[in-house]
Nanobody, 128 residues
């Protein structure tokens, strides 16, 4: 049984910061792509950030254009956890944020339909 549990969401004023965490259990995901997606009311789920490990110490990162320079994704393989540091938040960042793990053959960055496992989501609300 694979489980992803997000935490760290909340309400913050524009310009503020939040750090999301996603703890994975049931399998070691060190060689898989882990990513963050978000879904705002009335909109489709969209890619936010992804991280892929290559070899022992090399990681590839990718970000949606809308969050580049503001968000940072990282992972702790020993803790089987992925993080999303969100700085300079904007009202348009308001959404439910989901972490996900892709299958072995997923593209990079992954599409939502390529993700095999999803967390339950954590709400991020940014007030103006």
């Amino acid at each position: 049984q694979v489980t992803l549990v997000e935490s760290g969401g909340g309400l913050v004023q524009a310009g503020g910061s939040l750090r999301l965490s996603c703890a994975a259990s049931g399998r070691t995901f060190s060689s898989y792509v882990m990513g963050w997606f978000r879904q705002a009311p009335g909109k489709e789920r969209e890619f936010v950030a992804a991280i892929r490990r290559s070899g022992d110490k090399t990681y590839y990162l990718d970000y949606a254009d809308s969050v580049k320079g503001r968000f940072t994704i990282s992972r702790d393989n020993a803790q089987n956890t992925v993080y999303l540091q969100m700085n300079r938040l904007k009202p348009e960042d308001t959404a439910v944020y989901y972490c996900a793990v892709t299958g072995a053959s997923a593209t990079f960055p992954p599409r939502p339909d390529e993700c095999d496992y999803w967390g339950q989501g954590t709400q991020v609300a940014v007030s103006s």
